[in-house]
């Protein structure tokens, strides 16, 4: 309990907080101004197109637009900006085609932060540049499936004739020029013309129960390769606290994601190249529970926003981290098109 009332105390913008005056605000409050219209749960390329457009101008040029690359099929990689402050985060969604709603919970997070203006929109955005590259994997959107469209994919990681797993291709240990996936090489430039102090990467996984019988709507976790710096380490556990209290207030039943060492994985590339990294995976709950999954989500992106602009984030006890609960058994008798998938 004495966990959840300090979490209500930070989301309510109450706790003390040093030097910077920072107007009080919650999560809900700017949840309920987003339009329900902005777009659908499960948007195409097309969707996200309008969705993005609509914002940019909506909030008059305080979200900026850009384009970090080409898919296969030509389809451009979208990148969205707010802020203009010194620390600089990047989010990144649906990089697997068949796991959408990291990308609504972004593109309704972009309107929340960009379109009102009032004085803790405006501090925020002093504090913060955050870069949301949206719908990564437009070409696996439009198709429905995990990989990238490359019928020419071959080797490890890839599906033959179908593409490859974009989420093994950001080794920051291998040369750019010999990437095979352009989603993957816009990502890394990205990160080296930004180099952020933070990286989430959303996804969804299949649909498993907790030790106390409940089920997990949500999984973290923070890098694992041994190649990550003790430091990175820490500030990716510190992350993945404040996104269990942000995602817990909002609903959420949150366990650890049991992820492997592999450094192509993004969560594990950008801590390696010493940013905060956290995995956040959705569990693909009934219909009825995708808003509260695209809520959860907002919520976690909006706490590391606010997290990172009073940074409050580093003052958490990364020990903390380790009162996360494994995640449990999958759901008996449920099959999800993502039960094999692996971040
Ligand atoms: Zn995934």
């Given at each position: 309990?004495?966990?959840l009332?300090?979490?209500?105390?930070?989301?309510?913008?109450?706790?003390?907080?040093?030097?910077?005056?920072q107007?009080?605000?919650?999560?809900?409050?700017?949840?309920?101004?987003?339009?329900?219209?902005?777009v659908?749960?499960?948007?195409?390329?097309?969707?996200?197109?309008?969705?993005?457009?609509?914002?940019?101008?909506d909030?008059?040029?305080?979200?900026?637009?850009g384009?970090?690359?080409?898919?296969?099929?030509?389809?451009?990689?979208?990148?969205?900006?707010?802020?203009?402050?010194?620390?600089?985060?990047?989010y990144?969604?649906?990089?697997?085609?068949?796991?959408?709603?990291?990308?609504?919970?972004?593109?309704?997070?972009?309107?929340?932060?960009g379109?009102?203006?009032?004085?803790?929109?405006r501090?925020?955005?002093?504090?913060?540049?955050l870069?949301?590259v949206?719908?990564a994997?437009?070409?696996g959107a439009?198709?429905?499936?995990?990989?990238?469209?490359?019928?020419?994919?071959t080797?490890?990681?890839?599906?033959?004739?179908?593409?490859y797993?974009?989420?093994?291709?950001?080794?920051?240990l291998?040369?750019?020029?010999?990437?095979?996936?352009?989603?993957?090489?816009?990502?890394?430039?990205?990160?080296?013309?930004?180099?952020?102090?933070i990286?989430?990467?959303?996804?969804m996984?299949g649909r498993?129960?907790?030790?106390?019988?409940?089920?997990?709507?949500a999984s973290?976790?923070?890098?694992?390769s041994?190649?990550?710096?003790?430091?990175?380490?820490?500030?990716?556990?510190q992350?993945?606290?404040?996104?269990?209290?942000?995602?817990?207030?909002?609903?959420?039943?949150?366990?650890?994601?049991?992820?492997g060492?592999?450094?192509?994985?993004?969560?594990?590339?950008?801590?390696?190249?010493?940013?905060?990294?956290?995995?956040v995976?959705l569990?693909?709950?009934?219909e009825?529970?995708?808003?509260?999954?695209?809520?959860?989500a907002?919520?976690?992106?909006?706490?590391?926003a606010q997290?990172?602009?009073?940074?409050?984030l580093?003052?958490i006890?990364?020990?903390?981290?380790d009162?996360?609960?494994?995640?449990g058994?999958?759901?008996?008798?449920?099959?999800?098109t993502?039960?094999?998938?692996?971040?």
């Amino acid at each position: 309990m004495a966990a959840l009332a300090t979490a209500t105390l930070l989301t309510l913008g109450l706790a003390a907080t040093p030097a910077a005056a920072q107007p009080a605000t919650t999560p809900d409050t700017l949840t309920t101004a987003v339009p329900a219209s902005l777009v659908p749960p499960r948007p195409s390329p097309d969707d996200v197109r309008r969705a993005l457009t609509r914002i940019a101008r909506d909030s008059d040029g305080r979200v900026r637009l850009g384009v970090i690359g080409r898919s296969n099929e030509n389809r451009p990689l979208r990148l969205a900006t707010v802020g203009h402050g010194h620390t600089r985060l990047l989010y990144v969604t649906q990089q697997h085609g068949d796991e959408p709603l990291g990308t609504p919970a972004a593109i309704r997070a972009l309107w929340a932060l960009g379109v009102p203006d009032t004085a803790w929109h405006r501090w925020l955005r002093s504090r913060i540049t955050l870069d949301i590259v949206v719908q990564a994997n437009p070409d696996g959107a439009v198709r429905n499936q995990r990989y990238n469209h490359d019928p020419s994919a071959t080797g490890d990681y890839s599906e033959p004739g179908v593409g490859y797993d974009i989420n093994r291709f950001h080794n920051p240990l291998t040369p750019i020029a010999d990437n095979p996936v352009p989603e993957s090489r816009a990502v890394l430039r990205l990160w080296q013309r930004t180099h952020p102090r933070i990286v989430v990467d959303y996804h969804m996984q299949g649909r498993y129960l907790q030790p106390d019988g409940e089920e997990t709507t949500a999984s973290l976790l923070w890098p694992t390769s041994p190649l990550v710096e003790a430091g990175a380490v820490t500030a990716g556990r510190q992350l993945a606290v404040r996104n269990t209290e942000a995602m817990t207030l909002a609903g959420a039943n949150v366990t650890l994601y049991p992820g492997g060492d592999y450094e192509g994985i993004a969560r594990n590339a950008y801590g390696i190249l010493g940013s905060a990294s956290l995995l956040v995976e959705l569990s693909d709950l009934p219909e009825d529970q995708v808003e509260l999954q695209i809520r959860s989500a907002f919520a976690s992106m909006i706490a590391t926003a606010q997290g990172a602009a009073d940074r409050s984030l580093w003052r958490i006890d990364p020990a903390r981290a380790d009162r996360i609960p494994a995640r449990g058994p999958a759901l008996p008798g449920i099959q999800s098109t993502l039960e094999l998938d692996a971040a």
